[in-house]
Every structure is written in C-alpha cells, then in structure tokens.
C-alpha cells in the first residue's frame, strides 16, 4: 500500500540552524501539507501546498519558514533560523481528494 | 474563532462500547473527521462526515449534527490495540484550494482488560 515517507525521523540541530525536512507523498496525490505537534498539545496545521504553490498557511508559518517542491516527489519544508520552540514532531499529509489526508510518520525535531 | 472540545480522557473494558463526544465551533464547516493516534505515531484516517447522520465502518460509527456542531465517534467490541489518543479535525470555511484542518486536542483512551 502506497504510504508518506519522511526524513529524517529524528533531527538534533542547535538554535539558530537551518534544518529541512523531507516527505515523498504518494505519488499520485496532487495536495500536500505540513503540521507540527508539540508534545502533548493538538496538532497545528502549518501550510498546505498545491499546483506548485502555496494555498494556505497559518499564523505560525512565518518567514523563517518555506516550502518547495524541488522535483516530481519530494516536499520540503526549511526552518531558515531555528528556535527552542521550534522542538516538536513535523507532520506531512498529502491527499488525492478532500476527504482523507494520509500522514507520514513523522520527523521529530529538538532544538538545543 | 475557532475551538474544538472533546474530553481529556476515557477508560473502557475490554470488549465494551465506548462513545466519544467532540463539539466545535468553526468559521464555515466543510466535514469533520476523526483521527486515531497512537502514541510516538502519526495520525490515521477513521472517518469524515460532511452531512448529518451516522458513518459506519466496521467497529468504528461517526455522527454528525452540524446544527449542533457536535460529532461522536463510536467504538464497537473494544480491543486492547484500541488505547489511543483519538482526535476530532474539522475542515473549515471552504476556499479555493483550502484544505486546512482544525484539530482538538485529542481524547486519550485507555482500554483494559
């Protein structure tokens, strides 16, 4: 069964560094998100990402954040200068239709 | 603005029924879906419902009453893989391309023996 994949499942970088994170949605899905989760607190939708662009973020998705979709299969999301607050599990989605938004398993930041 | 309630945590037996309540008030609705997560894990698909009435899907049923905006997801014939935090996601006011998710902090499930 087609899944999301993400790497890397765990990042460690000081404050102040840039990380990317990657996701390979499945492939014949056409929206793709990105939503983070600090340890236990409720999922935050962070961006959603279709026809080559952005079509919503929230009010966390500031300019220290973007997204590119570099080739055909990956999905980035940069932290350009990272926070403390910045530590939480990173979520990609991507849907073929409105109804079910499929999760991959997860990056999980700390930032030291 | 824009809230979704479900309560904190729910302890069921083994084989029981158990119901868990989600109320939300949104700008717009354009479907309510539930997600289950276990712990250290992503979120999976359960169920959506954009119209009144009840989904089933095998041991898993969720209701929807927009008037209300009160959904319900109900659990079947309880399992011990069944412990998990379960969340209520509503998508909101439907825009272009907009498929944003609006999530609850989510209803922790104990199933025991």
């Known amino acids: 069964e087609p899944e999301v994949t993400q790497t890397p499942s765990h990042q460690v970088t000081q404050m102040g560094q840039e990380v990317i994170l990657r996701c390979v949605p499945i492939?014949?899905?056409?929206?793709f998100y990105w939503y983070r989760q600090i340890l236990g607190q409720k999922v935050e939708f962070l961006v959603s990402?279709?026809?080559?662009?952005?079509?919503?973020k929230s009010e966390i998705f500031d300019d220290q954040f973007s997204v590119e979709r570099p080739d055909g299969s990956n999905f980035t999301l940069k932290i350009r200068s990272t926070k403390l607050e910045d530590s939480a599990m990173y979520f990609c989605?991507?849907?073929?239709?409105?109804?079910?938004?499929?999760f991959g398993p997860g990056t999980r930041l700390t930032v030291l | 603005g824009q809230n979704i309630d479900q309560p904190t945590e729910m302890t069921a037996t083994e084989g029981a029924i158990v119901q868990i309540n989600c109320t939300y008030q949104t700008s717009g609705f354009n479907g309510l879906f539930w997600y289950q997560q276990h712990a250290g894990e992503a979120p999976t698909f359960l169920s959506y419902n954009v119209l009144d009435g009840l989904e089933e899907k095998g041991r898993f049923s969720s209701f929807l009453s927009r008037s209300k905006g009160y959904s319900y997801l109900l659990l079947k014939e309880l399992q011990m893989k069944d412990s998990a935090s379960y969340l209520c996601a509503v998508r909101g006011l439907y825009a272009g391309n907009n498929r944003k998710l609006i999530w609850g902090l989510g209803t922790s499930l104990a199933v025991n023996p």
């Open positions: 990402f279709y026809n080559n662009e952005i079509s919503e």
């Open positions: 492939s014949n899905h056409l929206y």
């Open positions: 989605a991507s849907s073929e239709t409105e109804n079910e938004q499929f």
